[in-house]
């Protein structure tokens, strides 16, 4: 169990075996893009290194798929502001 209502999260790592399921592609070295689709902050410090691509869609409703899609193969850049800090 992650997080639901009423219960927080103990800690902001990738839940499970996520985190080395996505260290195991990532080292494959195959042109790979780590989508990470969340509610709120998640520590990928180990990932960072390792992954060539990483696209944090926190949850991206009815159209969320087509703009991924949109944003991996450079049809659009999309920026904006955050309403949390991501520290490098």
């Known amino acids: 169990q992650v997080e639901k209502e009423g219960i927080d999260r103990s800690n902001i790592s990738l839940p499970g075996y996520q985190q080395n399921l996505a260290a ?3 080292a494959l070295g195959k042109p790979t893009v780590l989508i990470l689709v969340n509610g709120g902050i ?3 410090d180990e990932l960072k290194a ?3 691509s990483i696209l944090e869609v926190w949850y991206p409703g009815i159209r969320g798929a087509e703009a991924m899609f949109d ?3 450079g049809v659009n850049n999309p920026g904006g502001k955050m309403a949390v800090t991501m520290y490098w």
């Open 24 to 26: 195991q592609i990532c």
């Open 42 to 44: 998640v520590a990928i």
């Open 50 to 52: 390792q992954c060539p």
């Open 71 to 73: 944003t991996i193969f």
